[in-house]
């Protein structure tokens, strides 16, 4: 079974508008953290956001936030005013921790081609 | 600061030959991971360091992978007898111990890859 499910392959966005791109997760550890990365044309990975399973708000950063809805295992990223520069991939990934055994890999979702027009 | 690097940024081999890819992580990061980013299967996890001990590495594919990393700094990610299955964009990332809950401190940071095709 799919832990990270990224159901949008390619979305659309006008520049200077918000755009929300979805992420639902699976697990059964009460202990995990979701991050979101971006992954331009140049392949790098780029740390944008994270939100740990026990935190009571939803993550801000900058443009980026984190619509976090526990019961729904949703954890959607929201980029307002976006860019032209915002256009890659973004990846929804999930870390489970139990106590050490996970070592912290990331488990990644298909990802999100989004592409900004001007 | 200097990030991750990753050498080759890109390697062309023939079917059957072995490669190298090396990865340098940040200076101080006792943890190190390696990825691998394929069209069909995504990114996938393949092996995690502690210093120079691996205890996971559950994610690699087959026996033809294998990976080691000394003085608790470089690694390298071996390939024996490729096949053009194993094309694909292979990443590492390190990052400070993980220690469960501590969130973001435990970001992991990444190279910019291998792009690794095999004729």
């Known amino acids: 079974a799919q832990k990270i499910t990224q159901t949008q392959p390619g979305m659309f966005v006008q520049e200077k508008e918000a755009v929300t791109l979805d992420c639902t997760y699976d697990?059964?550890?009460?202990?995990?953290?979701l991050f979101w990365y971006k992954q331009p044309s140049s392949g790098e990975m780029i740390f944008l956001i994270y939100?740990?399973?026990?935190?009571?708000q939803n993550a801000t950063e900058g443009r980026y936030s984190l619509n976090f809805q526990k019961a729904r295992k949703s954890a959607n990223l929201v980029i307002s005013a976006s860019q032209l520069g915002d256009s890659a991939m973004y990846f929804c990934?999930?870390?489970?921790?139990?106590?050490?055994?996970?070592?912290?890999?990331?488990?990644f979702g298909q990802g999100t081609i989004l592409t900004v027009h001007p | 600061g200097a990030g991750v690097s990753q050498s080759p940024s890109n390697k062309v081999t023939e079917k059957g030959k072995d490669v190298e890819l090396r990865c340098d992580p940040i200076s101080g990061h006792t943890a190190l991971y390696w990825y691998r980013q394929s069209l069909g299967q995504g990114l996938e996890f393949l092996i995690y360091f502690q210093g120079n001990s691996a205890p996971d590495k559950s994610g690699l594919p087959s026996d033809r992978f294998s990976a080691e990393r000394t003085g608790g700094s470089v690694s390298t990610l071996t390939i024996q007898r490729t096949q053009q299955e194993d094309s694909a964009v292979y990443l590492c990332?390190?990052?400070?111990?993980?220690?469960?809950?501590?969130?973001?401190?435990?970001?992991?940071?990444f190279g910019p890859g291998t792009r690794l095709t095999v004729l």
């Open positions: 697990t059964s550890d009460p202990s995990y953290g």
């Open positions: 990934a999930m870390r489970e921790g139990d106590g050490g055994t996970s070592y912290g890999k990331l488990t």
């Open positions: 939100q740990g399973s026990y935190d009571q």
């Open positions: 990332a390190s990052s400070h111990k993980f220690i469960t809950g501590t969130g973001p401190y435990n970001e992991q940071f």
